[in-house]
Nanobody, 124 residues
Framework: DVQLQACGGGLVQAGGSLRLFCAAS????????IGWFRQAPGKEREGVSY????????HYADSVKGRFTISRDNAKNTVWLQMNTLKPEDTAVYSC?????????????????WGQGTLVTVSS
């Protein structure tokens, strides 16, 4: 069975840091781009960041650029999202997803597998 498990969320004060993990199993992890999305209450799901399968290139939403860093370890089937200088507007449920092939990985439709999210709450 394909599984994507996001974890590492929690409550943090503004300016603090959290590190999210996405652990994958049941598919050839190396072949898939991995993305992080978030959804805040009453808002649409937003692409946060992704890392490609081929060359490890990365992409960040403007809202997190310079504060978040995505990385992957194919030997461990894991992707991390290091989140620094957190802001209250970063509060959301964060989910990871895996996509195969060529596509626009900034949009949810490009992904084949989704995991359950982890809640990040940033207090002011």
């Amino acid at each position: 069975d394909v599984q994507l498990q996001a974890c590492g969320g929690g409550l943090v004060q503004a300016g603090g840091s959290l590190r999210l993990f996405c652990a994958a199993s049941g598919f050839t992890f190396d072949d898939y781009a991995i993305g992080w999305f978030r959804q805040a209450p009453g808002k649409e799901r937003e692409g946060v960041s992704y890392i490609s399968s081929s060359d490890g290139s990365t992409h960040y939403a403007d809202s997190v650029k310079g504060r978040f860093t995505i990385s992957r370890d194919n030997a461990k089937n894991t992707v991390w999202l290091q989140m620094n200088t957190l802001k209250p507007e970063d509060t959301a449920v964060y989910s990871c997803a895996a996509g195969l092939g060529f596509g626009d990985y900034t949009i949810p439709g490009s992904y084949d597998y989704w995991g359950q999210g982890t809640l990040v709450t940033v207090s002011s």
